[in-house]
């Protein structure tokens, strides 16, 4: 069965940093785009950022300059470094990732999140 599932949320302080794992496991055929979702209270889920299987980034402008995403394709791992973190950055964040499964078809998975809490 495959799955991905976060680690490393936590409570910060404003202007401090956190690091958070997303591993895929289970039968992959392939690994595709791999990112990181954020909802906050009262809102709705946006994207934080994402990254290919070649490296290739996108990032939404409110984390852009602060937050950097990265894989390791041979751990099946995807991470976000949040570094100068803001109030506004308080959310639960999920991770997704497009997955082919072995004798299946290509679909995106979703972690079930783990929460960020930054303190002003």
């Known amino acids: 069965q495959v799955q991905v599932v976060e680690s490393g949320g936590g409570l910060v302080q404003a202007g401090g940093s956190l690091r958070l794992s997303c591993a895929a496991s289970?039968?992959?055929?392939?690994?595709?785009?791999m990112g990181w979702y954020r909802r906050a209270p009262g809102k709705q889920r946006e994207l934080v950022a994402t990254?290919?299987?070649?490296?290739?980034?996108n990032y939404a402008d409110s984390v852009k300059g602060r937050f950097t995403i990265s894989r390791d394709n041979a751990k099946k791992t995807v991470y976000l470094q949040m570094n100068s973190l803001k109030p506004e950055d308080t959310a639960a964040y999920y991770c997704?990732?497009?997955?082919?499964?072995?004798?299946?078809?290509?679909?995106?998975?979703w972690g079930k999140g783990t929460l960020v809490t930054v303190s002003s």
């Open positions: 997704n990732a497009g997955i082919v499964p072995r004798g299946g078809y290509g679909m995106d998975y």
């Open positions: 289970g039968s992959i055929f392939s690994l595709n785009v």
């Open positions: 990254v290919t299987n070649s490296g290739r980034t």
